[in-house]
Nanobody
């Protein structure tokens, strides 16, 4: 399984970006797909997840501003980020697990496959 993340960049506060995670090796609709982020000097943290059944979950800090979605024919997961804030600045990673079941979507230790990360920088 390989994950390729893209779409990051530099944007002003209040702006928008859409991140893309393209998977190869297996279909994204069969597994939970999740975005994490890591700011300098901080732990990698959960951002959003879309499950096999298309249920979505968000960190409180991004709820109402970010939307995770999936395009099965393209085998791609998106993270639409609106109303960006400087505190959203981080490297964003997409991840998925080896198994079908995850005990906790927000725990990074549950994930076996990671994309290379894409930098998002929000200026004030």
């Amino acid at each position: 399984v390989q994950l390729q993340a893209s779409g990051g960049g530099l944007v002003q506060a209040g702006g928008s970006l859409r991140l893309t995670c393209t998977a190869s090796g297996r279909p994204v609709n069969n597994y939970h797909m999740t975005w994490f982020r890591q700011a300098p000097g901080k732990e990698r943290e959960f951002v959003a997840s879309i499950t096999r059944s298309r249920s979505t979950y968000y960190a409180d800090s991004v709820k109402g501003r970010f939307t995770i979605s999936r395009d099965n024919p393209k085998n791609t997961v998106y993270l639409q980020m609106n109303s960006l804030k400087p505190e959203d600045t981080a490297v964003y990673y997409c991840a998925t697990s080896a198994g079908l079941i995850i005990s906790s979507l927000s725990l990074k230790e549950q994930y076996n496959y990671w994309g290379q990360g894409t930098q998002v920088t929000v200026s004030s």
